[in-house]
């Protein structure tokens, strides 16, 4: 594989929004990775070069055919300093994991995992300040050959892009009410559940509006074949307290594998919890709700890190969890990887990355 | 709505390809069709310009959540010279309802429709010579909003562009090898099936890879819940000759609803035979082929009209159809629809739409 990287820095440095006005994905710093594939020469000509549009033939297969993966995750600035990011190399192998079901060729992992780097690096200050801000990247893959028919690509463009954001909630942690969805489905095992692919976001939209319609937050997904099964919680997977055990649903090929989730696992049995990793159903959880076990609910993902789940409306039945206010399980997750993740508590799993 | 067109011609024509090697999708025409959409002001700026790249934000939503949508038609030169269209009401229609699925705002379909006339007039030039050749219209809307974070985007680009085809089969109509992909799922009810989206086709390259690699020209696609059911072969709806009635899929919303599907069922109808749409299982068909009762299969679409189905492959059983030839009901129906289509053929169906 390759391995040199084209360094072409800005010559007008953009200004910087407020730190306490970032909102998600608004703004994009100075500069970005690119590096090219063809079926000739592999991936070739990585380069950093300062932020700006890219030209694409109106025929560039992702347009049409949706040959697209993404990956997401966060940077900080850490007390002393250095920059952090959090289990960077989970989220470059699942990108490969992406890549092979949605027929893209692998990437070199150490490479672009240097790349980023270098590019955090470069457009360091673009790191807001700000307790729960951070700088989000955001890699992806692109299918450019300039052909139509349905087919893989022979040519790709890998993109990494960094935006500063804020809080996922700007009020703080705090529950949300979800939405049991039953007619529209995000994903079912055979299809690309559990790839981080574009299609299974677009696929999402719809059920998400109609959700935001009605008054809740997010959409809770159930299992593609029969929804009883809970799958995710909008793009975050999902994790009950019942009667003092954690559940999550089990990774059965149509869940996202969440660098969150394998996380928070880690730390609550770390801390004595037991997590069972099983098919859930919708109608076990609400029995459970109704003989006042369900304890706490919670997603998981990058952007929010832990989000109290404070509501579940399925059908005509709707039930409290933890009194609408923040478990203290959720708080204490929340906590220990925002700490961990900010240099700010020790790293016991070396689950930190330092910029050097 | 808007009703102005913007028309900016090229200075410099491209020379065009021979028409013995046209392949399909390989070449794009002088010209495109452009028209914008934002929140403010609706759809706007229609134009057609040279056909050229575009630039995109990399951030621009497309790129990420998939939100876009596509279609597929035809234009042929007539024996009188004129220039037809093959139903591009049906798919101006179905754009339409694929933009409901996914979010994306409805565009006014008799003004699409007459700018892909004007795009298709100034362009006919492109409408290649030879029996089998057409120029393919491929109307297709991407998200173009510069932002992350999943939620339907506050900019569009609708655009047309299009390509001289040859014959889908350059050999001509002839029967292909079929495998039934049992892992795999192209869709599922609750999901996009029904929606002519990117991510339906970047679902499917995997499978039809690994059938390319056994030795078949396509995947049939079973339904997603059971593995049971038949859907689509390809990127084609499915008919089948049993016992002389004639059998398809239901549209239960996992399946798209195919132009030529449509065409072939009144075709059908017209000639006396019985056409059943209603769920259709693999082992119901592999019996009736047991039993020497499956006489005919094959797909239908707008890329090849009528593909016919020489043999199946399920698991460990194979079946062969029609001994391998194309069958008598295929070579009819590609012979009417196809002559139809050029004008060769009476119009009973007011299907041909005359660019004036
Ligand atoms: C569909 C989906 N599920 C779950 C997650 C959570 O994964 P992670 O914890 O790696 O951010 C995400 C976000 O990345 C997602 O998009
Ligand atoms: C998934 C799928 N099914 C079926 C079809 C056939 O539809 P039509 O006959 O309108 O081309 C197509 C092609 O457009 C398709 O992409």
């Known amino acids: 594989m390759m391995s040199e990287l084209h360094i072409n820095l800005s010559e007008s440095l953009k200004s910087k929004p407020a730190s306490d006005a970032l909102g998600f994905g608004k703004y994009f710093s100075d500069h970005m990775f690119i590096m090219d594939y063809s079926s000739e020469d592999g991936w070739h000509d990585a380069r950093i070069i300062p932020y700006g549009p890219?030209?694409?033939?109106?025929?560039?297969?992702?347009?049409?055919?949706?040959?697209?993966?993404?990956?997401?995750?966060?940077a900080y600035r850490t007390p002393l300093g250095e920059i952090a990011m959090f289990r960077p190399d989970m989220n470059l192998k699942r990108l490969n994991n992406s890549c092979e079901r949605i027929s893209i060729p692998q990437v070199d992992t150490e490479f672009v995992l240097e790349a980023i780097a270098q590019l955090v690096r470069i457009d360091q200050e673009w790191i807001p300040d700000g307790e729960e801000n951070a700088l989000y990247i955001r890699p992806f893959i692109i299918a450019t050959e300039a052909a139509l028919g349905v087919r893989a690509s022979k040519q790709y463009m890998l993109m990494v892009i960094l935006s500063p954001v804020g809080a996922y909630y700007p009020e703080g942690i705090h529950p949300v009410s979800i939405y049991v969805e039953e007619q529209y489905v995000r994903a079912v095992r055979g299809g690309t559940g559990e790839a981080k692919t574009s299609g299974n976001y677009a696929s999402g939209i719809k059920a998400q509006e109609?959700?935001?319609?009605?008054?809740?937050?997010?959409?809770?997904?159930?299992?593609?074949?029969?929804?009883?099964?809970i799958e995710e919680v909008g793009s975050m997977n999902v994790f009950f307290k019942v009667n003092g055990e954690i559940l999550t649903p089990a990774l059965t090929g149509s869940i996202l594998q969440g660098v969150t989730r394998d996380s928070v696992i880690t730390l609550l049995r770390e801390w004595g919890y037991t997590v069972v990793e099983r098919v859930i159903s919708i109608e076990e959880l609400f029995e459970a709700s109704r003989q006042g076990l369900l304890e706490e609910a919670f997603g998981t993902g990058t952007a929010a890190v832990i989000s109290p789940i404070g509501s579940l409306s399925w059908g005509d039945k709707n039930t409290e969890i933890s009194g609408g206010v923040t478990g203290e399980l959720s708080q204490r997750l929340y906590d220990s990887i925002t700490g961990i993740q900010r240099g700010k508590l020790a790293d016991p799993f070396n689950w930190v990355y330092t910029v050097k």
Chains 1, 2 share one sequence.
């Open 54 to 74: 890219i030209s694409l033939d109106p025929s560039a297969m992702v347009l049409h055919y949706g040959q697209e993966v993404f990956e997401g995750m966060k």
């Open 210 to 229: 109609i959700a935001k319609t009605k008054g809740f937050s997010q959409v809770l997904w159930l299992d593609g074949k029969q929804h009883k099964y």
